[in-house]
């Protein structure tokens, strides 16, 4: 068993098509409301230039995005302003987002925030708490908002009294800029123009910077909030030459958050089929993501969308089924049932998504209990350049780099929930802009969810800065040009440079290109041994789990079994699921040891465990065939459902022939005909060829129900006579290609 990296991309061409994106009618049924505050014609000092400029900039951005009302006010007094706030307050009760944007003068003391209505004469410090309007109560009049509540400051000039403003006896800091914030409400996000203590821009324009960019991406169609903040910061850094810094406080649920929900034409780089460059399918990512859910709701939604992809249509009926049975006939709940296929796991996206959907469940602590043994561990910085946040943790959680700090085993790439990473990863990154790491982690959720445009630019940005775990990822964008030409000379180059900086993904990415001479690139076992050694002195798991299958098989390196299972035991105790399955498979065989099939049925459950379906598949056929544990049909359907849920086609194929026979269940030729079909299509050649070349090995009833199938597929026009003659044959060859 051959071991590669965790992300197995496969080369496909690239083209380009466009793509109408439209979010669901009942996505946003609620309304979506703003209010907008532009000062600038001050009574007691000088005018500003952009707050009224920069509101109706604001006011068109919302309306082009389809906000239910926008309303807007210029030059407020105090009272006037206190009014709007209130009238803002009912509106925005029962919305679902509510943003109010204040472009104008703003001041700190004592790390409050206050905003400055044009008539504040400010004589005196005493007079601020009675002239100026406090952060507190903008955020007061969005509490009613039940998604989003969001302030946008663009107030964080040199505050206009600090000079003449007379000082009282009693302790009173005035500051330059804004103070911090840290908002306790839920769902509230405070976005200022540049970071506390600092100063924004008015610009030489007509509008700010921080507006300018606002209007750009605040309300870009199909962008989360967080996202879209974080673009804001990045264009303004960019056009102010790193003289201003926006800043985003707060905190979200998990959830993506859209600003404009109206239908829009994107051009998108695509492979012209179903399959994505990371070799998963559409309906395969979206199936991962809701097969270890117990819902019923989640199973037709799934079903509506994915309905013609044969095999995983046929998972999500057969689970569906499978539900309606269990209702039928026990007591047992759906998180029961969804508990079940979790109770070990070491996916934490699947956890999370346990907790969400089943918050009341009894298995809610031993599921936080397992997210949390695979957070990292505790003690250790998990941003170095800032605070580290909840967020912060949650996005390595759900997209961090495997091994990427000690004893953190990360996640595999095409294990990443790329919906619940983004949100995390995003306010991450809107809370340590500077961390490039978490940078890079943005990247890699888009990257998981096809998003290659918003992917390049995090994962070139987080390289610009020094992160080599982002210069790998780029590089495997242009070894199987991801969005673009294939270019491996410059893949291989990136590769060199990450490696010999030290990075273990880029020496293990390296040592992949030698390995497999891809590409032109030659051959060479023995400089692929050099580097995946070096990645795996470091502690990488899929490094040392590859020189596991160098010693295994005598490339690169002279053959070594007990060497073979050595380094296969390092890998699988740093938690590698192919490593776990290839000592499964070392005992099996012999193969550095004694053999033993209890010790092989040990690791392959232990790999079973972290998902590996392969593992799953081989647990089957030991109870299929009684290897090493007494033969039991009915323990080796559930493994076999258990790998076919997974996406094993080999499971698929052998779970077709016990419906067939009668093995372990009820005779079924039309269930074996669906699972040998699903084999087929999921690309298995051995029941291909079974097929073709031993009919016989299959009951009349299934050769007729096949016969069937592929009639009603549009495949065979014969009769259904059982008789696997040239035309059923043909018919075999079609599904198989079509697949």
């Not at 400010?122 to 002239?131: N, R, V």
């Not at 303004?236 to 929900?261: C, D, K, M, W």
């Not at 020496?507 to 497999?516: M, P």
């Not at 005992?587 to 690791?603: D, F, H, M, R, V």
Request: charged share 25%; with cysteine; net charge negative.
């Amino acid at each position: 068993m051959a071991l590669g990296l965790a992300r197995r991309w496969l080369p496909l061409s690239i083209v380009c098509v466009a793509l109408l994106v439209s979010m669901p009618s009942g996505a946003w049924a609620a309304k979506r409301v703003a209010l907008l505050i532009g000062n600038e014609k001050y009574e007691a000092t000088s005018p500003l230039n952009n707050p009224a400029n920069d509101v109706e900039l604001m006011k068109a951005s919302f309306e082009d995005a389809g906000f239910d009302s926008v309303t807007t006010v210029h030059d407020v007094g105090r009272q006037e302003m206190v009014k709007a706030l209130r009238d803002f307050e009912d509106l925005a009760t029962g919305a679902e987002v509510a943003i109010v944007y204040y472009s104008g003068h703003g001041m700190e003391m004592n790390g409050e925030n206050f905003l400055l209505p044009v008539d504040a004469q400010l004589k005196t410090d005493k007079d601020i708490e009675d002239e100026a309007i406090g952060l507190d109560r903008v955020q007061r009049s969005l509490e009613g908002a039940t998604k989003l509540k969001l302030v946008i400051l663009d107030a964080c000039r040199n505050n206009p009294f600090e000079q003449s403003m007379t000082r009282s006896i009693s302790t009173r800091a005035v500051s330059r800029g804004l103070a911090r914030v840290e908002p306790e409400s839920a769902d509230l996000l405070v976005a200022f123009a540049s970071k506390a203590g600092t100063v924004a821009l008015d610009g030489e324009g007509k509008n700010s910077p921080f507006a300018t960019a606002l209007a750009k991406y605040l309300t870009e169609p199909g962008v989360d909030v967080r996202i879209a903040l974080g673009k804001v910061r990045d264009e303004v850094v960019s056009v102010t030459n790193r003289g201003q810094e926006p800043f985003v406080y707060g905190s979200l649920g998990g959830a993506q958050i859209f600003l404009n929900i109206k239908e829009v034409n994107i051009t998108v780089t695509n492979n012209g089929g179903q399959l994505s460059p990371n070799s998963q399918s559409e309906a395969a990512a979206d199936w991962q993501n809701i097969r270890d859910l117990a819902d019923k709701d989640l199973l037709t939604a799934f079903l509506a969308k994915h309905g013609s992809d044969p095999v995983y249509k046929m998972l999500a009926e057969k689970k569906l089924k499978l539900l309606s049975e269990a209702e039928q006939t026990s007591s047992v709940t759906p998180d029961e049932i969804a508990w079940d296929a979790l109770k070990q796991s070491t996916d934490a996206a699947a956890l999370t998504r346990f907790i969400e959907r089943y918050p009341d469940s009894k298995h809610k602590a031993e599921a936080e209990q397992q997210i949390a043994a695979l957070e990292p561990q505790k003690g250790l910085n998990v941003s170095p350049t800032g605070k580290d946040t909840q967020a912060s943790r949650d996005c390595y959680l759900l997209a961090g780099e495997p091994q990427s700090m000690p004893g953190f085993l990360g996640v595999n790439f095409l294990k990443l929930d790329a919906e619940r990473a983004l949100t995390a990863c995003a306010q991450a990154v809107n809370e340590n802009p500077d961390d490039m790491m978490l940078v890079n982690m943005l990247g890699r959720a888009q990257d998981a969810g096809r998003n290659y445009v918003e992917a390049r630019r995090n994962y070139r940005k987080a390289a610009d800065g020094g992160n080599m775990y982002a210069l790998t990822n780029l590089a495997w964008f242009s070894v199987y040009g991801t969005d673009g030409p294939v270019d491996v000379d410059e893949g291989k180059r990136m590769f060199d440079q990450a490696a010999r900086a030290g990075n273990a993904y880029g020496q293990a990415s390296l040592g992949w290109l030698y390995r497999e001479g891809y590409d032109g690139i030659a051959q060479d076992y023995a400089e692929a041994a050099r580097w995946y050694e070096l990645a795996a002195n470091q502690g990488y798991a899929n490094a040392m789990a590859t020189m596991g299958w160098f010693y295994r098989e005598g490339l690169g390196l002279p053959k070594d079994l007990q060497q073979s299972l050595a380094w296969y035991k390092k890998a699988a105790e740093s938690g590698d699921a192919n490593a776990m399955s290839s000592l499964g498979w070392a005992y099996q065989n012999g193969l550095g040891t004694e053999q033993s099939y209890p010790e092989a049925k040990i690791w392959y459950e232990k790999a079973a465990n972290v998902g590996d379906s392969y593992s799953m598949a081989l647990l089957g056929w030991f109870y299929d065939i009684g290897n090493g544990v007494a033969q039991d049909y009915v323990q080796a359907r559930t493994w076999y459902e258990m790998a076919a849920n997974a996406g094993s086609a080999y499971a698929m194929g052998n779970l077709s022939r016990l419906y067939d026979y009668g093995l372990g269940t009820k005779a079924d030729a039309k269930e074996a005909v669906r699972w040998a079909a699903a084999s087929v299509e999921g690309g298995d050649p051995a029941k291909l060829d079974e097929l073709k070349s031993q009919p016989n090995n299959f009951t009349p009833a299934f050769r007729k129900e096949m016969q069937n199938l592929l009639k009603d597929r549009g495949y065979y026009g014969g009769p259904v006579d059982g008789e696997f003659g040239a035309a059923t044959q043909q018919a075999i060859e079609r599904l198989a290609r079509k697949s």
